[in-house]
């Protein structure tokens, strides 16, 4: 059973730094985009950064020079560096994993909880 196991959420202050975590298991996960998504109450989910298995990586402009996105490949697990937080970034923080290639695959986290406070 594939599992996406996402830690590192919790409260910051303003200015204040996450890093955020999600390790994929339970089956070979091929050539992918592994990326972050948040989704703020009352708004739609957005793509928040993503980053292919060779290192391909885009970013949304709101955080583009505040987060960075990584992944260890032999782990299958993708890291979410927030730095200079904006308590616009208060949203619940889902990682995804889709294949590129056949057969394709799309999978979830269960979410993770980043606020940001004065």
């Known amino acids: 059973q594939v599992q996406l196991v996402e830690s590192g959420g919790g409260l910051v202050q303003i200015g204040g730094s996450l890093r955020l975590s999600c390790a994929a298991s339970?089956?070979?996960?091929?050539?992918?985009?592994m990326a972050w998504y948040r989704q703020a109450p009352g708004k739609q989910r957005e793509l928040v950064a993503a980053?292919?298995?060779?290192?391909?990586?885009t970013y949304a402009d709101s955080v583009k020079g505040r987060f960075t996105i990584s992944r260890d490949n032999a782990k299958n697990t993708v890291y979410l560096q927030m730095n200079s937080l904006k308590p616009e970034d208060t949203a619940v923080y889902y990682c995804?994993?889709?294949?590129?290639?056949?057969?394709?695959?799309?999978?979830w986290g269960q979410g993770t909880q980043v606020t940001v406070s004065s």
């Open positions: 995804n994993v889709k294949g590129l290639l056949p057969p394709e695959y799309d999978y």
């Open positions: 339970g089956r070979s996960f091929s050539f992918n985009v």
């Open positions: 980053r292919t298995t060779y290192g391909t990586t």
